[in-house]
């Protein structure tokens, strides 16, 4: 079956009151056999976790002190907290996920989170303090009528997008979050691209790029940001991220004349082949593999029925 390489961090470690995911830190003793748990559903393959707004903070350190012991990455949601999200770079998290929610970060925090060694996933598709990046995306571009998505995506799931948000462009800050990423990136901080899973999933992770190119990141950082920069915050870099001998071979391969060295959000989603593990198939022809064997169909499930024009079209 083709489809897109999969990571999964296990069951997220979660402050709130879900029974399903709460998770409670009282020692050092709690915080391995969180865990243990979570290597346990993984086996050899676990090497991180989701930490997600787990109070006080003497829990998140707990959690950092074994974590450390266990050779695991430690990854947070911001939660909407400036605070919290501070502690979480003085702390010595993996990682930041999802904007601060102030958007426009001063020479106070920006040496602050360069000295931290952390890295940042601002997630302007979600951005925090104030309207999410996604419904400008949703408002200036016709997703649900966008015809490689309508070939690849239920039709269900489109047409849940017809009726968007409108608002002007003063009212989201995801223009200020990506500039003082940019900055961020300027002083080498890893600044990463993620899209939260939101539908339609693999699109935004597209429109985030567009949306950190807008913030003033140079297109070859944004896609550096996409591809080796977050296999390194996720200690996937031995693996994927790049071109290199040994590494598992998934490439993006554009048709002539695409240069997302120049302008990356112009045309990042629009790639002619893609390769998995070595196996080749063409996105134009609906999955045909072309390589190792040549002309190889996808049986792929008739999720829409054939033919049907576009949303509001006829």
């Known amino acids: ?22 998770t409670e830190i009282n020692s050092l003793a709690d915080a391995r056999d969180a865990l243990l748990r979570i290597k346990e559903e993984g086996v050899d393959s676990s090497f991180t976790v989701k930490s997600y707004q787990l109070v006080p903070r003497s829990a998140r350190q707990r959690l950092l002190l074994e974590a450390a012991k266990l050779g695991m990455l430690v990854v947070p949601e911001g939660g909407w907290s400036f605070d919290w999200g501070l502690t979480y770079f003085i702390d010595g ?26 890295s940042y996933t601002p997630l302007a598709v979600m951005n925090y303090g104030g309207l999410f990046g996604q ?40 223009f200020n979050t990506t500039r003082s990423t940019a900055k961020l990136a300027r002083r080498g901080v890893r600044t990463n691209v993620g899209a939260h899973g939101e539908q339609p999933i693999g699109h935004l992770c597209h429109s985030e790029m567009k949306m950190m190119a807008l913030g003033g990141q140079t297109p070859y950082s944004v896609l550096r940001s996409a591809t080796i ?29 695409v240069n997302n060295v120049q302008k990356v959000w112009k045309r990042s989603g629009h790639m002619k082949f893609v390769m998995r593990g070595g196996i080749v198939v063409s996105v134009e022809d609906g999955l045909v593999e072309l390589w190792p064997r040549n002309d190889r169909k996808q049986a792929r499930s008739p999720l829409n029925p054939e033919g049907v024009t576009g949303v509001g079209k006829t």
């Open 135 to 174: 419904h400008w995306i949703h408002q200036n571009e016709d997703i649900p009528n966008d015809a490689k998505l309508r070939k690849y995506v239920r039709h269900d799931i489109l047409e849940s997008l017809i009726e968007v948000k409108q608002a002007p462009n003063s009212s989201y800050l995801f």
């Open 229 to 257: 920069g977050n296999a390194i915050s996720l200690g996937l870099q031995s693996s994927v991220g790049s071109i290199e001998v040994g590494k598992l071979a998934d490439i993006v391969i554009y048709p002539p004349g």
């Open 93 to 118: 998290y993996t990682s930041q996920e999802h904007s601060l929610p102030v958007p426009e970060l001063y020479d106070d925090v920006l040496s602050l989170v360069e000295a931290s060694g952390s």
């Open 1 to 22: 079956m083709y489809g897109p390489r999969v990571y999964h961090t296990g069951n997220v470690l979660y402050g709130s009151t879900q029974p399903s995911v709460y």
